[in-house]
C-alpha cells in the first residue's frame, strides 16, 4: 500500500505533499535499516540522502557523518554491505531511496526526514518513528518494559552475541572505532 501511494503520487507530477502512508514506510525502513547497521539514533538521524547508496553489483553503500569516539576525527566511517550479506534490508533501502527520488524529496537532505517535516530531526525524532512502528506493526513490550531507540541497537548487539559473533566485530558493526 505504501510503495502503491508513492509511485501513484509520483506519476502525478505534483510536489510531494505529506502522506501518512509514506511516513510510515519511512519510519520502518529507517528502523529496519538502523538495526541492521546496530545503529546509534543520533547517529543515523544525522545521515543526509549522498551517504547512501547502491552500486551497480548491488552492494549498499553508506557512510555514517556522526560516530561515538570520532569527533576530533574529521573522516566519514564508511561501510560497505555486499548484496548477498542482508539482501532484504539491501532491497527494502534501494526502495526507499527510488521513493525519495520519485517524489523529489531534497537531494542532500537528511535521509530519513519527509519534506513537509519542520522540526529539526534528532534522537527523539528516531524515538518517535520506533513508536509510530510498534504501534503500527502491533509490537508491544512485556509489562513494565519499553523500547526505546537503545533498544534497536542493544537487541542487534544482542542477537550477534548469542550467535558467537566476536565483540570487536559486534563494536565494528556498530560504527565503534575502540
Request: proline share 6%; hydrophobic share 35%; with cysteine.
Amino acid at each position: 500500500m505504501v510503495c502503491q501511494t508513492a509511485i501513484f503520487r509520483s506519476q502525478t507530477g505534483k510536489p510531494c505533499q505529506k502522506s501518512s502512508a509514506i511516513e510510515d514506510m519511512r519510519d520502518c525502513v529507517a528502523i529496519v535499516f538502523n538495526f541492521a547497521d546496530f545503529g546509534r539514533s543520533d547517529t543515523q538521524s544525522n545521515m543526509k540522502a549522498p551517504d547512501i547508496g547502491i552500486d551497480d553489483q548491488g552492494q549498499l553503500i553508506f557512510r555514517l557523518r556522526k560516530v561515538k569516539g570520532r569527533s576530533k576525527k574529521k573522516t566519514n566511517l564508511t561501510f560497505q554491505w555486499p548484496a548477498d550479506s542482508k539482501p532484504d534490508v539491501i532491497q527494502l533501502t534501494s526502495w526507499w531511496l527510488e521513493i525519495r527520488d520519485q517524489l523529489a524529496f531534497p537531494k542532500h537532505g537528511f535521509m530519513w526526514k519527509c519534506p513537509w517535516e519542520t522540526a529539526r530531526f534528532t534522537n527523539s525524532s528516531f524515538d518517535a518513528m520506533l513508536q509510530r512502528t510498534l504501534t503500527t506493526t502491533g509490537f508491544r513490550p512485556p509489562d513494565g518494559f519499553s523500547y526505546l531507540p537503545h533498544s534497536i541497537r542493544a537487541a542487534a548487539a544482542s542477537g550477534a552475541a548469542a550467535i558467537d559473533v566476536t565483540l570487536p566485530k559486534i563494536r565494528h558493526e556498530g560504527g565503534s572505532v575502540s
